[in-house]
């Protein structure tokens, strides 16, 4: 299975023994959407609601934190997912979700995930089935495991300050970015990590809502100032776009890939930590 498959593509596998088909939507608070009651008005046939909001470590002091290996094999499991299965994660969320629900089943061990391209709208748009209600599916063994090679803490960034190692681009507006535009979190401080570059997540698309072709996700990164021989960090507001940026490069063949899940809502929460303001 590719890491991108089409509407077609799933279409004519629905219904495979081993496919699991996931809706993991999410969406920031501005949106006043509720993807669980969406996704009970209408999803992909057999998909199964991955809950995002709820995935989360909820004893860490930032919003979307990773949740620990164990927790979120439970729920995998509970969901039918698990090993063996292959994996086909969409969306219907303005801010691309379903990579952050890609790069979680990664990152804990699922070998064979992929996005739907164009994501529900898609689907929608052409007029394919769509069933109500929610998806119970027999409970599958998830193993726990984790790579953290795959993560990158604040300690880990502010020693990149130094050492440059790997380059920091951030999937955020240019605005914020800049630090000209205000953080939606109270008392955040504006602006971006030192050194990094900007390639705001909508720039993986083209204007339908499908993915950009490699030579257009290639451009992006370069037109940034990004050298795609080089490792490189992926960052955003809270660990969410930032996978977007993370999916892209996977699909360039990059491996040398990390997320900082901590995002700004840790960097730009710190007093400590030094800001850079305006555009790369």
Known sequence: MDSLVSTEWLASEIGASDLRIVDASWHLPDAMRDPAADYT????????????????????????????????ASRMQSLGLGDGSRVVVYDDSAVKSAARGW????LYGMHDVAILDGGLAKWKAEGRPLTKGKETLRHRHFTAWSDDKQLRSKADMLANLASQTEQVVDARGPGRFAGSDPEPRPGMSPGHIPGARNVPYGQMFAADGTWKDKAGIEAAFVGAGIDLGKPVVTTCGS??????????????????VALYDGSWAEWGSDPQTPKALGSA
């Open 41 to 72: 008005k209408g999803h992909i046939p057999g998909a199964v609601f991955m809950n995002l909001g709820e995935l989360v470590d909820s004893n860490a002091l930032f919003d979307n934190t990773l949740p620990g290996a164990e927790k979120f």
């Open 103 to 106: 790069f979680m089943l990664k």
């Open 239 to 256: 660990g969410v776009t930032a996978c977007v940026l993370a999916f892209g490069l996977h699909l360039l063949g990059k491996q040398d």
